[in-house]
Each structure stands twice: as C-alpha cells, then as structure tokens.
C-alpha cells in the first residue's frame, strides 16, 4: 500500500517537473517512502506503548527526540517490520528503561559530560548520517544539518542537567547516547547501512 502511493505521488511530481530524471525521481520515491512510512510506525509505537504502561512517555520521547534525529539522520533499518521494530524499542524502550534508576549528582555530571564529548565528537565525523536511499549531497543542506545536530543534542543534555525530574533526565540521556550511536561507522556496518554521500561520492555534492 506504501509503495503504491509512493509511486503515484513520484510519478505526479514528474509530470509537474519534467527535468527530473529517473536517478531523482528514485531518490524522491525512497524520501516518500520513508516520510509515510512513518505515519503508521508511530501509530502502532504508541499503542504498544499504551499497553505497555508508558504511552504519556513514549509520547514525550518521540516528541523530545524528534529534532535531534531529523537533523543528525541515522541507519535504516531494510525492512517495514524491522523498522516498526526498532520505532519501538527506541521509543518505548527508552521509557521502561529509564524509570529504573535514579543517578546521584556527581554520576549524573560525569555521564551527562561524557555523553556530550561523545556525541560532539560523532557528530562531527558523522552528522547528517544520511543513507543511499535518501542522501543528503548539498554542502549547504549538510552544513544546516550538522549545525542543528549540534544545537539539539547539546540543549537536551543541558536541560538534563537543571530540570528535576528524574524520569525525563534518564531519557535524555539515554535517548540522546542511543540516537548518537545510530550515526556512527559502526552502527551502519552491523546493519548493512552505507552513508549516501559514499555510494554517490563527494564529486556528487554541491557547493551550493
């Protein structure tokens, strides 16, 4: 069903832009795919959240994460199933995780920092992590990306580090460490993933 309007809304896209050639018109598809294909993992997310006990969190998390993860990318995983599966560990998870402990002052400022020098560091070397599916090859696009990968992750960390409630200061934190890790070479290697600027080359991106 996802492919099918998919494929009517790339193909409508070509008619009202005939310069677009079939490498775009590609690229344009998977960038539909994926953005619809959100709607129902969501959907689905929230009500396994909701039988989980942690519908009010899983919202609040997606909702927390949603800027950082837009602008720094991360590996897709190949499969619809695989995808909603990972929607929900990510955003259900986190939740029913954090709700387990509880960091002392000084642990809560060492790990915060440390997170933060990891994350800056990833995201300089990673960020936007972008896929061959839907790659990210303007420079200016790119740059954006980076700069509000930044920005977002920082400020998450940073309200970690004053707000007083101990539930959303664990799911920033593991939320913004779990999501890091999903732009990292490593990550991309186990699943099969390759940055989009790679498959295409840096020839490809503009200088725009």
């Excluded at 915060?112 to 303007?138: C, N, Q, S």
């Excluded at 200016?140 to 930044?150: N, V």
Aim: proline share 3%; aromatic share 12%; with cysteine.
């Amino acid at each position: 069903m996802i492919d099918k309007i998919c494929d009517f809304l790339t193909n409508q896209i070509r008619k009202e832009m005939p310069e677009i050639n079939d490498e775009k018109a590609e690229v344009i598809y998977y960038g539909l795919q994926n953005i619809i294909g959100e709607i129902p993992k969501v959907f689905i997310m929230l009500g396994i959240a909701l039988i989980l006990g942690v519908f009010n969190w899983a919202l609040i998390t997606f909702l927390i994460f949603l800027p950082y993860r837009g602008a720094s990318g991360g590996f897709h995983l190949k499969t619809h199933i695989g995808c909603i599966l990972g929607t929900i560990l990510f955003y259900c998870g986190i939740p029913l995780i954090a709700k387990y402990f509880v960091l002392g002052n000084i642990v809560k400022y060492i790990i915060i920092g440390t997170t933060w020098v990891f994350g800056m560091v990833m995201i300089k070397l990673y960020a936007p992590a972008d896929t061959e599916d839907v790659p990210i090859l303007a420079k200016k696009d790119r740059r954006k990306k980076q700069i509000a990968s930044y920005i977002t992750f920082s400020i998450g960390l940073i309200v970690a580090l004053f707000i007083p409630n101990n539930m959303i200061i664990n799911i920033l934190i593991l939320g913004s460490l779990i999501q890091t890790i999903t732009i990292t070479k490593l990550a991309y290697k186990l699943t099969n993933n390759k940055y989009g600027y790679e498959v295409y080359g840096n020839t490809s991106i503009e200088s725009a």
